[in-house]
């Protein structure tokens, strides 16, 4: 064998060699990309505790929308919480669902757009549960919670009773708009702060967080690998 033919089997077994590297490297990867995907649905954004927690308010308030339908001023509100229930939980199991579709094989750049989107529609989510809830959890659940559990109607508790209702729940229907006001002005000055990013973590669930660190243990791993 003279001394190309050993720089050219040197050249293969280099090539071999690199070949090799790139797969084991790969390999781990998508391992540790697996091990990421199984905490963040550990982390999900409904658990079994949510998911049961959820459920028996669908049930309640299912059940007391039937026992007093026709009774519009029970009704109403009862079938008002319903519907918000169902929404909210809708949404929540979505998300949760398209965090969990997140293939962390792929660039980390691409990762990192998908998450930015799921984060955003996740905090986007959370205002108008908070914007619409504060008008339903405040007047129609007392209502429905006196009136479901001691069997008490509020709207005759008090001749003023009627009109403290009404006035609560135009202030509610109000405070929306205004809110959504101050949140767009609000929002240009703290955008990239680091209260800014606080709040947007706790708003969108541990599952959204512990994916945003696995994606940097990812993309530091993704370094190591042979080019």
């Known amino acids: 064998m003279d001394l190309d033919d ?17 797969l084991n490297a790969r390999l781990a990867q998508d391992t540790l990309a697996m091990q990421h995907q199984d905490r963040i649905r550990r982390a999900g954004a409904m658990g079994w505790f949510g998911m ?18 026709g009774e519009w001023k029970f009704f109403l509100p009862g079938a008002a919480l319903q519907i918000w229930t169902i929404v909210m939980g809708v949404l929540t199991i979505r998300e ?12 980390p750049v691409e990762i990192q757009a998908r998450l930015a989107s799921l984060r ?9 549960a908070f914007l619409t809830g504060q008008i ?3 007047v129609p659940f007392v209502i429905v ?41 609000v929002r240009p000055r703290l955008a990239g702060t680091r209260l800014s990013n606080t709040v947007l973590n706790m708003l969108t669930g541990a599952d ?7 994606l ?10 042979p080019a």
């Open 145 to 185: 919670l006196f009136k479901g559990l001691l069997g008490v109607d509020l709207y005759r508790a008090s001749p003023f009773m009627p009109t403290f209702i009404a006035w609560n729940l135009v202030v509610g229907v109000a405070f929306i708009p205004a809110a959504l006001l101050v949140g767009r002005w």
């Open 6 to 22: 050993l720089k050219t089997e040197w050249a293969r077994r280099d090539q071999q060699l690199v070949d090799a590297l790139r």
């Open 120 to 128: 955003m529609q996740r905090a986007r989510t959370f205002l108008w």
């Open 96 to 107: 949760r669902e398209a965090l969990r579709a997140v293939d962390f094989g792929l660039p």
């Open 208 to 214: 959204l967080a512990e994916a945003r660190a696995a």
């Open 216 to 225: 940097g243990r990812i993309a530091r791993f993704q370094q190591e690998i």
């Open 52 to 69: 049961a927690f959820w459920l028996l308010f669908l049930i309640g308030f299912g059940a007391f929308t039937a026992h007093h339908f």
């Open 136 to 138: 339903l959890w405040w």
